[in-house]
């Protein structure tokens, strides 16, 4: 199984990226599936997840309302737009798929993982 994380880039604040993960040896549909990112010296934090139902939930407070967490299962595809963007979200964007643990926040409870998109913002 192999998440493969693409679209990130360097935009100027206020600028706007669309993120695609797309998995290969396996299918999204059925599974919960989320985006995490890491910033330099930071924690990886969630950054919010997508049901089976395809209702986008646990967004990170900073994002909420310019960021878009979407799955096309027909394409076994997730999306994160982000809109607004700010320097502070400068971070490597990653996927991950298939909540097996109890608390989605935590890295340990997704089983599958993408290698990461650098996003960087400039001011």
């Known amino acids: 199984v192999q998440l493969q994380a693409s679209g990130g880039g360097l935009v100027q604040s206020g600028g706007s990226l669309r993120l695609s993960c797309a998995a290969s040896?396996?299918?999204?549909?059925?599974?919960?599936v989320a985006w995490f990112r890491q910033g330099l010296g930071k924690d990886r934090e969630l950054v919010g997840t997508?049901?089976?139902?395809?209702?986008?939930?646990d967004y990170l407070d900073s994002v909420k309302g310019r960021f878009t967490i979407s799955r096309a299962d027909a394409e076994n595809r997730i999306y994160l737009q982000m809109n607004n963007l700010k320097p502070e979200d400068t971070a490597v964007y990653y996927c991950?798929?298939?909540?097996?643990?109890?608390?989605?926040?935590?890295?340990?409870?997704?089983?599958?993982w993408g290698q990461g998109t650098q996003v960087t913002v400039s001011s």
């Open positions: 991950a798929a298939h909540l097996i643990g109890s608390s989605p926040v935590r890295q340990g409870s997704w089983r599958f």
């Open positions: 040896g396996w299918n999204f549909e059925g599974y919960s």
């Open positions: 997508v049901g089976r139902n395809n209702n986008p939930s």
